[in-house]
């Protein structure tokens, strides 16, 4: 439980200091802090003072130099973790994501990588137990962000705890460990209910001025596939953003804000927000991804693909570093719905060049005929971000649903005991 001392620091203010057992895990690409749910206060509403303190958010900092935060949006995570008490579960877990440089946390929507150090995290604390001899479990995960179950299968040593080490590795880390393999059970509409809330597996939604992120004369469309499957995305197709608007963009900034007014609208097209403004306030949700067509390049006297698509994920209105795996999950579904922009451009591959992904000219959505076409019922999807490339698992139901997508990861246990960090009376 929370560990109480209040300390006199001026007359007029007093902070009470707050200690917090945690493990800080890296979890597939991703780093956070792993927490007992009795070991916060019962109600979620007053959970945010201890986490944003606890990571060092406070006071808007954007290095969260006062806490355990990293100061990016990648390294500033909350996995709250308990035994379950559904039938179809072994463990719950709530994800946390702690805002960098602003005082707020979300608790909309969740993160695939965290997720992957649910099972290691719960085998390591004995919250589930494997069966004696067994090398490998199931743990059965609640969201209770999105409602969905997840499966992961982690590898256990002869004492029956989870086995870190392995020869499995992942683009953006650079050690390798055992496999987790995260399966994602019915992944479709995780917040909205539906997989294409707006109805679309694709449409156009208005670009807006990346200056100020308000409509303006210039504004443009963009193409996009509005999904909800394991989180809501925004996938905007690049090659459909006009060069006329591109070449206003004379920096990364920019470029960063034209794919949040992107997000926003789009945010709003799905049922997410009622305006811009609201849709502003909650960065992480829908998140947004640039999608591009696949590189070809020559292989003797054919051409080879090196992926099915490629991606630039967004979190938190800055680029990925890699990609979300619930991105993964969702990239890989809208690739096998033919209508999408997703699908549209992997059947439209570009020569590799060696250059940066650009924005490029656009291209013409794909013929109603190729729309109706099915895809195979189990198939792989390799998805090319900037950091390599993430395999999916994909297996569809004979309806034309998701059953499953599974994506395999690595975690890590860095650090366990207690964080210390202050908050003011007022606060609690």
Known sequence: MLDVATQQTTKSRRLQRHTLPCVLMRAGTSKGIFLHRDDLPTKESDWAPHLISALGSRGNDPRQIDGVGGGTSTTSKVAVVRRSKRPDADVDWTFVQVAVGKETIDLTGTCGNMTSGVAPFAVQEGLVKPRRGQTKMDVRIYNTNTDRIVIETVEVDSSGDYEEDGTFTIPGVSTPGSEVKCKFVAPIGSMTGKLFPSKNQQQQILCVDPGSLMPSQESLNARVTLIDSANPFVLIDATSISTALVATISSESSRNALVESIRRAGAVA??????????????????????????VSHAGRGMSSQSDIRVQAYSMCLPHPSLQLTGAVTVAVALSYPGTIVAGLSASP???????????????????????????????????????????????????????????????????????????????
């Open 270 to 295: 799905m049922g997410l927000a009622s305006d811009i403004e609201t849709a502003g306030k909650t960065r992480g949700t829908p998140k947004a991804a640039l999608v591009y067509p696949p590189t």
């Open 350 to 428: 570009a020569f590799a060049d060696g250059a940066s992904l650009p924005l490029t000219p656009e291209q013409s959505p794909p013929p109603e005929d190729k729309m109706e076409e099915s895809f195979p019922l189990e198939r792989e999807v390799l998805i090319e971000h900037s950091k390599g490339t993430i395999k999916v698992d994909v297996s569809m139901e004979k309806n034309g649903g998701v059953a499953s997508c599974a994506v395999s990861r690595t975690a890590r246990r860095l650090f366990e005991g207690k964080v210390r960090y202050y908050i003011q009376e007022n606060e609690l």
